[in-house]
């Protein structure tokens, strides 16, 4: 089952960033991170994943609190064609167990 | 990148006949592969786990004898709904992890989806 809890929507105006919260305060020690995110009717895409230290990628940054128990997502330039489903999912490092919670619906106006 | 596709991308059936869909890894080898399904705005949900030469692992409440999952090699995996019925349209989405280096993360990759429409 997910372990994660996300607002149900957010807005977010054009060129400002979008941040996005995401609880998993029961996450175990080899458990990572992942963001991912689904624009309609399509397979989720990868954005980034941590573990324990904030992360930075060319698409997001990913900053999770010391205690691991909450992270953010953070686009910070949004876009248009960043509107989507935003999925905040804790896996264990062995590549099973990957559960996807309600996420996150980011509609991002112009 | 790494790339996962699915077969057909859309398909109708009628109602009681059974409907194959193919899910393949083109450009790595996946021991594993995981089958979700999602209804109109809904999340995913996992419904299997297909394991490359043993039987799959199903997740509560999803009847394997309905689902029937064959992981024939280190790239394909099949997914069979048997006796479909309108109540099993749905969008179907396979996914295989991918290790990240030695970091001990994995990445799963996932098809674009098929979406099934029982008449």
């Known amino acids: 089952d997910a372990k994660t809890t996300q607002p149900p929507s957010m807005d977010c105006a054009e060129g400002r960033a979008a941040n996005l919260p995401c609880n998993h305060s029961t996450i175990s020690g080899n458990e990572y991170v992942y963001w991912y995110r689904q624009i309609h009717s399509q397979g989720p895409q990868y954005i980034i994943h941590?573990?324990?230290n904030n992360e930075t990628n060319e698409m997001a940054s990913l900053i999770i609190t010391e205690d691991r128990k909450s992270s953010t997502l953070i686009l910070p330039h949004a876009t248009l064609r960043d509107t989507a489903v935003y999925y905040c999912i804790v896996s264990p490092n062995t590549g099973n167990q990957f559960y996807f919670g309600t996420g996150t619906s980011l509609t991002v106006i112009p | 990148g790494a790339v996962v596709s699915q077969h057909p991308s859309w398909v109708i059936c009628k109602s009681g006949t059974s409907v194959k869909i193919e899910c393949r890894s083109l450009d790595f080898q996946a021991t594993t592969m995981f089958w979700y399904r999602q209804f109109p705005k809904q999340s995913l949900m996992l419904m299997a786990t297909?394991?490359?030469?043993?039987?799959?692992?199903?997740e509560q409440g999803v009847e394997k004898d309905k689902f029937l999952i064959n992981h024939a090699s280190l790239t394909l995996s099949t997914l069979t709904v048997t006796s479909a019925h309108p109540e099993d349209s749905s969008f179907y989405i396979c996914?295989?992890?991918?290790?990240?280096?030695?970091?001990?993360?994995?990445?799963?990759?996932f098809g674009p989806g098929t979406r099934l429409t029982v008449t």
């Open positions: 941590g573990l324990k």
């Open positions: 297909s394991n490359e030469g043993s039987k799959a692992t199903y």
């Open positions: 996914s295989a992890p991918r290790g990240l280096g030695t970091s001990g993360a994995y990445e799963q990759y």
